[in-house]
């Protein structure tokens, strides 16, 4: 029973890990930047949907549009006005660049919202329910569902619509999509936008389950690489494969080795991928 | 050696000399920032030697700076050695550490390689904060030395050193080879350059001075535990001093570390967070405007708008 | 006497065999032209053989000893130095420290302190007519300069046997003519050559004898006339109107 249990938890984690994860390989297969500043998007999430919980009573999911929203104006602006100036630079200028900005944004929310522990705590936080042994807390069973329920429309999104197939076309070949009259800067801002937005969602479920700090994005941006690396670099079926295979690893790990390593667990892991698969479990052959 | 080259490094020499005799001069205050500044700027000589000569950007040094810490602080309090052995010794075993994740972390490229130094940063907080004999989460405290003018001749000591190995990097056949690595692999690797071995053994120096800088910080700041001597911050600072003075060049890093760190401490008076957000909007308009550095803006003759402006149309979408 | 022996050198892309046993010799002093169509395993041969890429079958001796697995560096160092297709030019060192760098590692370790490398990288320098640009910035050189710097580098590394990879392309008639010359000279100086080519005028004058990849097989070497006239080389690569006009 335990060991369902484990499983159980670390498939809901899973999710949510993976969706945290799309967002950065999609921004990193579009337009080559690694963003380091993905969890402090993540973090931004989290703030915005605890924000309008704790000002204006919105219920966290139901505000989930609105989260979403801001986030990829906001992505969609930095994009636009800073990144685009410096997506031609050598990788180590771009990965630099956006540790400034992950620095600038952490910095400004311990300036703005302190360094207190918030938790976006809805009437119905504490409440499980059980099915046969297991216990599901409901917050964590509506996490996952909206995860996958993002991660769908996400994928409709990328491979049914034009936006989708104009970032898609971007991606592999710029110098053709801008001569076939693709506004450039502009898909390439509607991708970090987008990449925004997914990590803004992921964080505002991430803040009904733990606490809200400035500095959550550091751990987060780590694991969301990993997740990234893990599935396969540019497949976003590969972030949520990896994403399941980190939550799996972490809840086990947990459970039967002790609380304190997960995070040891998931940058070795990491590494080890790194040096014998760069590709990962789905990927499409990146790496040396 | 040449007449220019003997002028400069006797030009080092007084500048190392005339530092030497500060403390006669100038505040107790004012010795402690140079004591971080040194300390500092060998950071970002050190990390020079992998990233700026040889191309490879870490984004770990910080691992080394703690390992050294943590082994001098180790060696001091739970072993007992004394200052004089525990400090080579964490210079050593960063060394040692370096080389040895170096040798299958350097045949990464690009991305993966920044990301791996990375991870291997936070791993090592991970695993100190978890180990009992370096003192966990508690943190370790070192005996108490008297004297901070050791501190001071310590870290001055060290930068000369480090800054003299840069030096002789530009000068030697070495250099030559991790400047080739860096500028084509492949093209060095066939005209004979012995490329996995050159990497590491840039990795392993840049991984000795950090370490080096670490064991005289914890010794210096009597205190340590895991988030203060492996915070990723460091890193960053260290990387942006090197690249505002200018990567690749012997005394850019330094420069960088000097001004950066002045800057810095001027802030930090007003508010401590505004130090951090002062080094993330640095980085920013660095990357922007002068990505070549310090060296490169005043070889292209000094402050103009033309410069900052042709860089920042340079890498744009 | 042959210097280089390869034996049934394959190398595997999956299933894509973009060299397939192929086998020959390279006498000492001698200029072998190495030609085929677009994607017949030149290129990929001449990396299997500097040890760029692993081999999946076959070996490579080298005065008799076995240069399989080596690493680059290590072929690099017995004496095999090669130019790349795509040139790979230092961008941020001038075009004298580009030339030391081979001066530097070349053969048997080359030089070890950096004034004498200097000294023989401006010899080379002279002898490939690049002495006059010789501490301009690397990036700032044009196609035929940069050819001849790639070709520099290699030289410098005072090789036994040199590879060239289309030193021609993009050359017009008197810099190719220019290029004949300057090999021949190198070969004057002792250095073994294979040279890739795709201009075959140049490859006819050149070469002493001529090697032809299709599909990375081999499918014949000899003396040059007999090889541009061979009818199977003729509609592999060179075309019925080449022939006709060779006979004209």
Redesign the interface.
């Known amino acids: 029973m335990l060991l369902l249990q484990v499983l159980v938890n670390g498939i809901l984690l899973g999710g949510l890990y993976g969706i945290m994860a799309i967002g950065m390989s999609l921004i990193w297969g579009v337009m080559n930047i690694v963003n380091i500043a993905h969890g402090p998007l993540i973090m931004l999430g989290a703030y915005v949907t605890f924000w309008t919980f704790t000002l204006w009573g919105w219920d966290p999911f139901l505000s989930l549009p609105v989260t979403i929203l801001s986030l990829f104006v906001y992505g969609y602006l930095l994009q636009r006005f800073i990144l685009n100036l410096i997506v031609r630079a050598q990788l180590f200028l771009t990965l630099l660049i956006t540790f400034g900005v992950e620095v600038v944004m952490v910095n400004l929310a311990r300036i703005f919202w302190s360094s207190d522990l918030r938790q976006v705590t809805p009437s119905y936080a504490a409440a499980n329910f059980a099915v046969g042994g297991l216990t599901i807390p409901y917050v964590r069973l509506w996490v996952f569902v909206t995860t996958v329920v993002v991660s769908v429309i996400f994928l409709l999104l990328m491979e049914r619509t034009r936006l989708g197939r104009a970032i898609r076309a971007t991606a592999e070949e710029l110098r053709a999509a801008r001569l076939t009259g693709i506004p450039v800067g502009h898909i390439y801002a509607v991708t970090y936008g987008l990449g925004a937005a997914l990590a803004g969602a992921a964080g505002a479920m991430w803040g009904m389950l733990f606490p809200i700090t400035p500095i959550m994005g550091g751990a987060l941006t780590l694991k969301s690489f990993v997740v990234a690396v893990l599935g396969g670099l540019g497949t976003m079926m590969g972030a949520i494969v990896g994403g399941l295979v980190l939550g799996l690893a972490e809840s086990f790990s947990s459970t039967y080795i002790g609380p304190t390593y997960p995070n040891a667990i998931s940058f070795g892991l990491l590494v080890l991928i790194l040096i014998f698969r760069p590709t990962g479990v789905l990927g499409r052959g990146e790496g040396r | 050696m040449s007449i220019k080259r003997w002028a400069r490094l006797l030009g080092g020499l007084a500048v190392v000399l005339f530092l030497g005799a500060a403390p006669g001069i100038v505040s107790a205050f004012m010795v402690q920032f140079l004591i971080n500044l040194f300390m500092m700027a060998i950071l970002a000589e050190s990390w020079n030697i992998i ?1 700026g000569f040889t191309g490879y ?1 870490s ?1 770990g040094n910080v691992a080394f700076f703690g390992i050294g810490a943590y082994t001098t602080g180790v060696l001091l309090t739970r072993v007992g050695f004394p200052f004089a052995l525990a400090l080579p010794a964490g210079g050593a075993v960063a060394m040692l550490f370096a080389a040895a994740v170096g040798f ?2 350097l ?6 390689f ?3 130094t ?3 940063a ?2 090592m907080r ?2 100190v ?2 180990l009992e004999f370096t003192g966990a989460g508690t943190g370790l405290v070192m005996p108490i030395l008297r004297t901070p003018l050791t501190f001071f001749y310590l870290m001055l000591a060290i930068l000369a050193a480090v800054t003299l190995v840069n030096w002789w990097l530009s ?3 070495f250099g ?2 991790l ?2 690595i860096r ?2 692999e ?11 071995l050159y990497k590491t053994v840039a990795f392993a120096l840049s991984g000795a001075f950090a370490g080096l800088a670490g064991g005289v910080y914890a010794y210096w700041i009597t205190f340590i535990d895991p988030d203060a001597v492996f915070k ?2 460091i890193t ?1 600072q260290l ?2 001093m090197a ?1 505002f003075g200018g990567t ?1 060049t012997v005394l850019g890093p330094l420069l960088g570390a000097l001004v950066l760190s002045a800057v810095s401490e001027l802030l930090a008076t007003q508010l401590a ?1 505004l130090a ?2 002062f ?6 308009l660095v ?2 405007f002068m ?1 070549k550095g310090l060296s490169d803006l005043i070889r292209q003759g000094g402050l103009s708008l033309r410069y900052f402006a042709r860089n ?1 149309r ?4 | 006497m042959a210097i280089l022996q390869a034996r049934r050198v394959t190398k595997l892309f999956g299933g894509l065999a973009a060299v397939s046993l192929v086998s020959f010799d390279l006498r000492e002093g001698e200029i072998l032209g190495l030609i085929g169509p677009n994607g017949s395993g030149k290129t990929t041969l001449v990396n299997v053989i500097t040890g760029t890429l692993p081999y999946s079958d076959g070996d490579v001796l080298f005065r008799g000893g076995s240069i399989r697995g080596l690493p680059p560096y290590e072929i690099g160092r017995l004496g095999l130095s090669r130019t790349f297709q795509i040139v790979k030019p230092f961008r941020n060192l001038t075009v004298l420290q580009n030339v030391m760098v081979g001066a530097l590692f070349g053969a048997r370790g080359g030089a070890r302190e950096l004034g004498s490398a200097r000294r023989q990288a401006g010899e080379v320098l002279e002898f490939v007519g690049l002495a006059h640009r010789a501490h301009a910035p690397a990036e700032g050189l044009n196609v035929p300069e940069r050819k001849r710097m790639e070709l520099a580098r290699a030289l410098a590394m005072r090789p036994t046997i040199l590879f060239l990879d289309e030193v021609m392309a993009g050359l017009n008639r008197a810099e190719i003519d220019e290029a004949v010359e300057l090999i021949k000279r190198i070969r004057d100086r002792g250095i073994t050559l294979v040279v890739i080519e795709h201009v075959m005028k140049a490859i006819r004058n050149v070469s002493d004898r001529i090697m032809v990849l299709f599909h990375g097989e081999k499918l014949t070497e000899g003396l040059p006339e007999e090889v541009l006239n061979n009818p199977q080389v003729v509609s592999a690569y060179l075309g019925r109107r080449y022939a006709e006009q060779a006979h004209a």
């Open positions: 990233g950007a984004f299958p972390i045949r990464l490229k690009g991305h993966y920044a990301i791996a990375l991870g291997t936070e791993m991970e695993v904060y978890n000068q030697s056949r030559y080879g400047v080739a500028e084509d492949d093209a060095a690797a066939v005209m004979g350059i012995n490329t996995p990723v911050i960053v990387i942006i690249v690749g967070t951090e957000l080094y993330g909007l640095i980085i920013i990357v922007l990505p920042l340079e890498y744009r979408i």
